[in-house]
């Protein structure tokens, strides 16, 4: 097993820690990991990814041109990565962010509305949970138990006590998730 994963959108909404839960919840596993950031300086409000590789082998580079799967969450990062997910890969996106939606026929496409449903729950720094959720949905390639242990390990411990909604964030995220193609 080898998933090479980016995670794109705007500064702010919690695409560096998804990646680095990701990351942690592979450790977990007994698994290969490679977390790389990119964001610009601006950050909050600016673009930023994150390239994250979970695999049972050793990981030759971290540096990736293609993906298996790609996480979007806003319209600049939809028209920058979509061209660049393996055929037969993953594309899934947040509605909210997206004005004109995928066009490739030859990945797999899944819509999670991860933002609106934040809004609708009056907590919307859940949102980037409820899209790892959707991940996890279509591609399991981590158990629950590890993903609770990497937000365990990716946040400080006075935050500890937000696992319980983080978690179920990520279970609402397993319903909400919708492939469209």
Not at 113 to 130: C, G, Q
Not at 153 to 179: C, Y
Request: some cysteine; glycine content about 10%; charged content about 20%.
């Amino acid at each position: 097993m080898k998933e090479e994963i980016i995670i794109a959108g705007f500064g702010g909404q919690g695409v560096l820690s998804m990646g680095k839960i990701l990351a942690y919840s592979g450790l977990m596993e007994g698994h290969e990991v490679s977390w790389m950031p990119s964001y610009g300086p601006e950050q909050r409000g600016g673009t930023a990814n994150v390239t994250v590789i979970v695999s049972e082998d050793r990981i030759s580079s971290p540096i990736l041109n293609t993906y298996d799967t790609a996480i979007i969450l806003n319209q600049q990062s939809l028209d920058k990565f979509e061209p660049t997910i393996k055929p037969g890969g993953c594309l899934i996106y947040d509605g909210y962010g997206i004005s004109t939606p995928p066009q490739r026929k030859d990945i797999n496409v899944y819509r999670i509305d991860a933002m609106t449903k934040s809004v609708e729950l009056k907590t919307t720094k859940v949102f980037n949970m409820i899209v790892l959720g959707g991940f996890l949905k279509v591609r399991p390639i981590v158990r629950m138990e590890n993903v609770i242990l990497g937000l365990k390990k990716s946040l400080p411990e006075r935050h500890h006590k937000l696992i319980p909604m983080n978690e179920e964030a990520i279970r609402v995220g397993m319903d909400l998730i919708q492939k469209m193609n």
